[in-house]
């Protein structure tokens, strides 16, 4: 593909090179300079929209760009080299030091490359990384996420019991970042039957819905399902969308909920539930498959007293509290009520507390997500936060899901 100097040779179409970067300008500057050796290949702002644009045993070379903190890229790459073993990975960094060079290698990055070093030796870099995931030969299929994760995963219910908090604005651009943050497929799942617009509010055309997926009865299987999910390009993201018509909401029930969440959690690192503002039959089917249950309220006392009823209902349908995280939106608006006081209100620790930013009403009108369009906010960074305590959950046997 290439000759030792890195000069450019015909590319292989089959071998799919991606620069990963969440800055726009380093993104276009690294794939121009890549562009000498292989004029196919494409820039990504995170790993799983490319991951998400190649056949999953493809092979591929993914460059992780500087403003990727090293950190981060031995955690994704941790991911890649499990369940993308047909993909190699190269990091370039501002500052090329031992410990990140011995962290890369151990984590399974097949090169560290300087910043300040000449073109020639990343370009040698990625042809050595290219000859190598050729030589693999195609993956096998049983390394597909899509084939069945090793482990199950972990559904996510986001739920309140008063409309106007901002509950599907949280699920969407939580879903995202958990798609950010792992290789396997995330889900969103909008439960919410009669009103639900996270299709919309991600500016996805729902052309297959869950009303699809129930009618298919016994014939419903995880290759059917994954075939009216719903892609969302710029994060990977695959959404499950509530039905166009709101009659048909009257013909899902609780068992069929819980069967699809049951086939998704195999094939899933994460399902998200945007769950409907009531403990209707749907709702309770979510809640009990759920691993982790975001209760959600605004510092208000009608949502707070609304949110304690929930509470309420949730213990004495036995549902264990170790799996609730209390997540309080609009946390500094200013209405006389403080994140103390609704603590003592609910008599709960505030896990994640999202502020009110106008930016928020700006992506919903635009269709793009917080954690997307404006990473560095205080909102998205409140997004990430709470993404990393559910998968520190995630890792922590002693979070594990409990029988209800």
């Known amino acids: 593909m290439t000759d030792a100097l890195g000069s450019k040779t015909q590319s292989n179409p089959e071998l799919a090179i991606g620069v990963v970067d969440p800055d726009e300008v380093v993104r276009g500057v690294l794939t121009d300079h890549i562009h000498e050796l292989d004029d196919g290949?494409?820039?990504?702002?995170?790993?799983a929209a490319f991951t998400g644009s190649i056949d999953a045993a493809g092979p591929g070379v993914v460059v992780f760009g500087p403003s990727v903190a090293p950190a981060d890229v031995v955690t994704q790459v941790a991911g890649l080299v499990a369940f993308r073993p047909g993909c190699s990975a190269i990091m370039v960094v501002y500052e090329l030091?031992?410990?990140?060079?011995q962290q890369a290698i151990r984590a399974g990055v097949d090169d560290v490359v300087a910043v300040s070093a000449e073109d020639a030796e990343l370009l040698d870099a990625i042809a050595r990384a290219s000859a190598r995931v050729l030589a693999r030969g195609p993956a096998s299929s049983s390394a597909s996420p899509a084939a069945g994760a090793s482990t199950p995963g972990r559904v996510v219910s986001v739920f309140c019991t008063k409309g106007g908090t901002g509950k599907s604005v949280v699920a969407i651009n939580?879903?995202?970042?958990?798609?950010?943050?792992?290789?396997?497929?995330?889900?969103?799942?909008?439960?919410?039957?009669?009103?639900?617009?996270v299709a919309l509010m991600l500016q996805l055309q729902p052309t297959h819905t869950i009303a699809?997926?129930?009618?298919a009865g016994d014939r419903l299987d995880g290759t059917m399902l994954e075939n009216l999910l719903l892609r969302?390009?710029?994060?990977?993201?695959?959404?499950?969308?509530?039905?166009?018509?709101?009659?048909?909401?009257?013909?899902?029930?609780?068992?069929?909920l819980a069967r699809i969440l049951d086939i998704l959690r195999e094939r899933c690192a994460y399902v998200v539930v945007d769950t409907s503002a009531n403990f209707a039959e749907v709702t309770l089917a979510a809640i009990e498959s759920s691993d982790d249950i975001l209760v959600m309220a605004g510092l208000d006392v009608m949502s707070l007293k609304s949110a304690r009823i929930g509470l309420q209902t949730m213990r004495v349908l036995g549902i264990p509290f170790s799996r609730v995280k209390f997540v309080l939106n609009r946390a500094n608006t200013r209405v006389g009520l403080t994140e103390a006081d609704a603590e003592r209100a609910l008599q709960l620790k505030v896990d994640?507390?999202?502020?009110?930013?106008?930016?928020?009403a700006?992506?919903?009108?635009?269709?793009?997500?917080?954690?997307?369009?404006?990473p560095r906010s205080k909102?998205?960074?409140?997004?990430d936060n709470l993404a990393d305590v559910l998968m520190t959950s995630a890792s922590d046997p002693a979070q594990s899901r409990q029988s209800v």
Do not use: C, M, W
Request: aromatic fraction near 4%.
């Open 362 to 374: 700006e992506s919903v009108n635009r269709g793009v997500p917080v954690v997307t369009s404006a």
């Open 232 to 256: 969302h390009p710029p994060s990977g993201l695959l959404v499950l969308a509530a039905p166009t018509e709101p009659s048909s909401a009257d013909q899902i029930g609780r068992a069929d």
């Open 379 to 383: 909102f998205a960074k409140s997004i």
């Open 97 to 101: 030091t031992a410990d990140v060079l």
């Open 41 to 47: 290949v494409e820039g990504y702002a995170d790993l």
């Open 174 to 197: 939580l879903a995202v970042a958990l798609a950010k943050r792992t290789i396997q497929p995330v889900v969103l799942v909008d439960a919410d039957l009669q009103f639900g617009d």
């Open 352 to 360: 994640a507390a999202l502020p009110s930013d106008i930016l928020v």
């Open 212 to 215: 699809e997926a129930v009618q």
